[in-house]
């Protein structure tokens, strides 16, 4: 295993438009996390999900963002009728549940530009 | 609600010398985790270093170690012997109950050869 992985890397879109993000995660974690990280700033909490169960989720979540994970394996993101402050880069991270905190492994990113 | 506040936007350091990174945290929880994550450019984030508040010894990883001052709520990194490869954002972060991390805004270091 490679890690955490997240797909695409890059994504341009048009403001109002759909777009979709995949997080492959390590493959024995059940945690799977989601952040956002805009220029100049640390990553913010978003959402998080314990196998297939989405557990918490921030204010930052807007009724626009909506996250799955079936089957409690990958997970994806999905931002509907984009603005240009969506515009950031997307981190996923995952870790094991016990002991009573584990390390969050973070994948690449997919980075976000709404035009 | 935990606040991280990392008062240096940018720090520099001579290759082979020694800098330390502040940071200050905020939270009501009595137990909980404070870490160092790097990010290169480009690159994805990792783990430097974790300290747990129930420990009074500060933790150390090869070249970076932490100052940690719980009653200051204070819980510095210092790299000795730094290295071009330690150039990067450092992000200083909190985790209590919940398990979502709370970052600050950053530190960007530059290693001059």
């Known amino acids: 295993d490679t890690g955490v992985s997240q797909n695409p890397r890059h994504k341009i879109t048009k403001r109002g438009q759909n777009v979709t993000f995949r997080c492959d995660p390590i493959s024995e974690h059940n945690r799977l996390y989601w952040y956002r990280q805009t220029l100049g700033q640390g990553p913010e909490f978003l959402t998080y999900f314990q196998n297939e169960a989405q557990l918490e989720k921030s204010r930052l979540l807007s009724d626009r963002f909506s996250a799955e994970r079936p089957k409690g394996s990958f997970s994806t993101l999905e931002i509907q009728r984009t603005e240009q402050g969506d515009s950031a880069m997307y981190l996923c991270?995952?870790?094991?549940?016990?002991?009573?905190?584990?390390?969050?492994?973070f994948g690449p990113g997919t980075r976000l530009t709404v035009l | 609600a935990q606040t991280v506040t990392q008062s240096q936007p940018e720090m520099s350091v001579q290759e082979a010398e020694t800098v330390t990174l502040s940071c200050t945290y905020d939270t009501s929880e009595s137990d909980y985790y404070l870490f160092w994550y790097k990010q290169p450019p480009s690159r994805q984030m990792i783990l430097v270093i974790r300290q747990e508040a129930y420990k009074q010894q500060n933790a150390t990883e090869n070249r970076f170690s932490v100052n940690f001052q719980k009653a200051a709520k204070s819980f510095s990194l210092k790299i000795s012997d730094s290295q071009l490869g330690d150039a990067a954002m450092y992000f200083c972060a909190h985790v209590a109950g919940s398990y979502q991390l709370t970052f600050g805004k950053g530190t960007k270091l530059s290693v001059i050869p």
């Open positions: 991270a995952s870790s094991l549940v016990q002991p009573s905190y584990n390390e969050q492994f």
